[in-house]
T-cell receptor
């Protein structure tokens, strides 16, 4: 199993540009989440999903969209990038009904100029 | 979910036990205590969890007080590779399914 994979590893955007961060897992996990981590800070939940077709907002959802058309994929879209969205983005997944043992991807480092 | 409080940073000598405290005074009866750690810039890694009994696995031990209002993660023989940010979170089993939030954690520095 590859676990949770994220692409790209690094990305630089200009203010106002849009892009999609990709996240995929091959463990057939129902739950998937997106977090952001600013320098020296903890993880903040952006959006999460409990299954295909079902998504919900986390702590800091503004400026981000998500969709979950398949169990495996959970892309995160930045609609109009802002410097405040410069951060490291982590995707995570876990099984439904399991204790909170999440598996995290390696992260995407995003810089918005 | 119950809120947790952790010290922002701690130091530990290599080879000694690292004891990381977590306060969760508002924990309710069906909520578990979980610990994760994040080494450098990697994604967080699950360490251990418990409800009310002490737990031990190959990575660490978790001691939960009898009133469950606080807990301690113990790394019995800390190594330099244990330098990381440690997160304590409290959640009910499958409560708010899928919504798992983290705080700022404790930065543990293991020194030679």
């Amino acid at each position: 199993n590859a676990g949770v994979t994220q692409t790209p590893k690094f990305q630089v955007l200009k203010t106002g540009q849009s892009m999609t961060l990709q996240c995929a897992q091959d463990m057939n996990h129902e739950y998937m989440s997106w977090y952001r981590q600013d320098p020296g800070m903890g993880l903040r939940l952006i959006h999460y999903s409990v299954g295909a077709g079902i998504t919900d907002q986390g702590e800091v959802p503004n400026g981000y969209n998500v969709s979950r058309s398949t169990t495996e994929d959970f892309p995160l879209r930045l609609l109009s990038a802002a410097p405040s969205q410069t951060s490291v983005y982590f995707c995570a997944s876990r099984r439904q009904g399991a204790v909170d043992t999440q598996y995290f991807g390696p992260g995407t480092r995003l810089t918005v100029l | 979910d119950a809120k947790t409080t952790q010290p922002p940073s701690m130091d530990c000598a290599e080879g000694r036990a690292a004891n990381l405290p977590c306060n969760h005074s508002t924990i309710s009866g069906n909520e578990y205590v979980y610990w994760y750690r994040q080494i450098h810039s990697q994604g967080p890694q699950y360490i251990i969890h418990g409800l009310k009994n002490n737990e031990t696995n190959e990575m660490a031990s978790l001691i939960i007080t009898e009133d469950r209002k606080s807990s301690t993660l113990i790394l019995p023989h800390a190594t330099l590779r244990d330098t990381a940010v440690y997160y304590c979170i409290v959640r009910g089993y499958n409560t708010n399914a899928g919504k798992s939030t983290f705080g700022d954690g404790t930065t543990l520095t293991v020194k030679p």
